[in-house]
């Protein structure tokens, strides 16, 4: 109130002496009061501001005590609960530690199977590195080394083994052979199946049936190669035919003919020795 009573006292004092002043000293006197008219309308524009902001401020702070009192309420209930549950009998506490000794030992069991999952890809990754190396540049085009879950499959193309139409081995199959042979004896745990595979065209040999006949055979003859002229141990070996029903390729071209008709030598750790570990599961019923 003063200021507002000062500004007006001010002008008409400036407009009474406006006579006696000279035009210099009142243009100064009108510059002073249009400055302290806008600091006026200024302050006042920014009290209206901080009364309404801190209006604002006071309706928020009243939300957050009532969202904090509700958040007070609903833990001291929860917690109400959790002391009842805990209180009403001491069989909970004892299924609670039977579950986490279950669940600890299930854990223990998951990490022992991945650990031997790892020693075993390990080891089949170092038999293909080094089977690989060992082949010729002519030899790794009629041969295809793959690690699959564990287990190492060696292809090998008919044209390499066999004689067209045959179960016969050719003389160049005994320099491929040689070294997969001393590959299995370097790996004695393992176990070595010998698949045999045909096209889907009709054997029209004498004495051989069908390509059942043919795969098996070609299987037998690599197995006794194997066992005779390698020594490998016949204990560790397995022959089998899929016959024209295990393509990997479409018969309908001849390329596709050509991957089909192959020779798998599979190479696989020991079954006792994933028994051995589900010897060690744990004797508790599943956790669900």
Same mark, same amino acid.
Request: aromatic share 4%; glycine share 4%; charged share 25%.
């Given at each position: 109130?003063?200021?507002?009573?000062?500004?007006?006292?001010?002008?008409?004092?400036?407009?009474?002496?406006?006579?006696?002043?000279?035009?210099?000293?009142?243009?100064?006197?009108?510059?002073?009061?249009?400055?302290?008219?806008?600091?006026?309308?200024?302050?006042?524009?920014?009290?209206?501001?901080?009364?309404?902001?801190?209006?604002?401020?006071?309706?928020?702070?009243?939300?957050?005590?009532? /969202? #904090?009192?509700?958040?007070?309420?609903?833990?001291?209930? *929860?917690?109400?609960? +959790?002391?009842?549950? %805990? @209180?009403? !009998?001491?069989?909970?506490?004892?299924?609670?530690?039977?579950?986490?000794?279950?669940?600890?030992?299930?854990?223990?069991?998951?990490? /022992? #199977?991945?650990?031997?999952?790892?020693?075993?890809?390990? *080891?089949?990754?170092? +038999?293909?590195?080094? %089977? @690989?190396? !060992?082949?010729?540049?002519?030899?790794?085009?009629?041969?295809?080394?793959?690690?699959?879950?564990?287990?190492?499959?060696?292809?090998?193309?008919?044209?390499?083994?066999?004689?067209?139409?045959?179960?016969?081995?050719?003389?160049?199959?005994?320099?491929?052979?040689?070294?997969?042979?001393?590959?299995?004896?370097?790996?004695?745990?393992?176990?070595?199946?010998?698949?045999?595979?045909?096209?889907?065209?009709?054997?029209?040999?004498?004495?051989?049936?069908?390509?059942?006949?043919?795969?098996?055979?070609?299987?037998?003859?690599?197995?006794?190669?194997?066992?005779?002229?390698?020594?490998?141990?016949?204990?560790?070996?397995?022959?089998?035919?899929?016959?024209?029903?295990?393509?990997?390729?479409?018969?309908?071209?001849?390329?596709?003919?050509?991957?089909?008709?192959?020779?798998?030598?599979?190479?696989?750790?020991?079954?006792?020795?994933?028994?051995?570990?589900?010897?060690?599961?744990?004797?508790?019923?599943?956790?669900?």
């Amino acid at each position: 109130m003063k200021l507002r009573i000062l500004i007006p006292a001010l002008f008409i004092t400036a407009v009474v002496a406006s006579s006696c002043v000279s035009s210099k000293k009142y243009k100064e006197l009108q510059a002073n009061y249009d400055k302290l008219d806008s600091n006026t309308r200024e302050m006042k524009g920014r009290y209206l501001l901080t009364e309404r902001n801190l209006g604002l401020a006071t309706e928020r702070v009243k939300g957050l005590d009532e /969202q #904090l009192a509700s958040e007070r309420s609903n833990n001291k209930q *929860l917690q109400s609960a +959790l002391d009842k549950c %805990l @209180t009403s !009998s001491g069989q909970g506490n004892l299924n609670i530690s039977k579950l986490v000794d279950e669940i600890n030992s299930s854990n223990k069991y998951i990490q /022992q #199977l991945v650990n031997a999952k790892n020693k075993s890809d390990s *080891l089949n990754m170092v +038999l293909t590195n080094n %089977l @690989t190396r !060992s082949l010729s540049q002519s030899e790794i085009q009629d041969v295809d080394v793959k690690v699959l879950k564990g287990v190492v499959y060696i292809s090998l193309s008919d044209n390499m083994l066999y004689k067209s139409g045959s179960y016969d081995l050719t003389d160049k199959a005994g320099t491929t052979l040689s070294k997969i042979a001393k590959i299995i004896k370097d790996y004695a745990n393992y176990d070595v199946l010998i698949e045999g595979n045909t096209d889907n065209v009709p054997i029209t040999m004498k004495n051989i049936r069908n390509n059942w006949d043919l795969s098996a055979l070609r299987a037998s003859s690599v197995v006794l190669a194997l066992q005779t002229t390698y020594q490998v141990d016949p204990k560790r070996l397995t022959a089998g035919g899929r016959g024209e029903y295990n393509p990997i390729a479409d018969n309908s071209t001849a390329a596709g003919k050509a991957q089909n008709r192959r020779t798998q030598i599979i190479i696989t750790p020991k079954l006792d020795q994933f028994m051995d570990l589900i010897g060690k599961a744990p004797e508790t019923a599943p956790v669900k």
